[in-house]
């Protein structure tokens, strides 16, 4: 199971972390990626991480303002949100599969429940 949280209301410009708290004894061998949704749009690639830490994909849009990291001590994964834009309002979803990092969403087979991120201009 996976449960994201840390979303709300901030300021274009400033920051706001996410986490993503995943329950199980085998979480360092999943890889962990961040989609957003807005409304209307498609689901949106944000970023990756490996299992063990060691590689890390962001989308285009958030190259730079994000950060993506995770504790396989304590089950979790961060997302860093730095430079917010009024763009990047949207519900954020973290998704886990076994093994391999990927940047679609039909490759994750488990999804927690989403957080809403509001950037106000």
């Known amino acids: 199971q996976l449960q994201a949280s840390g979303g709300g209301l901030v300021q274009a410009g400033g920051s706001l972390s996410l986490s993503c708290a995943a329950s199980?004894?085998?979480?360092?061998?999943?890889?962990v990626a961040w989609f957003r949704q807005a409304p209307g749009k498609e689901r949106e690639f944000v970023a990756t991480i490996s299992g063990g830490g060691g590689r890390t994909y962001y989308g285009d849009s958030v190259k730079g303002r994000f950060t993506i990291s995770r504790d396989n001590t304590k089950n979790t994964v961060s997302l860093q949100m730095n430079s917010l834009r009024p763009e990047d309002t949207a519900g954020y979803y973290c998704a886990a599969r076994w093994a391999e990092v990927g940047t679609k969403a039909y490759e994750y087979d488990y999804w927690g429940q989403g957080t809403l991120v509001t950037v106000s201009s």
């Open positions: 199980g004894r085998t979480f360092s061998y999943y890889a």
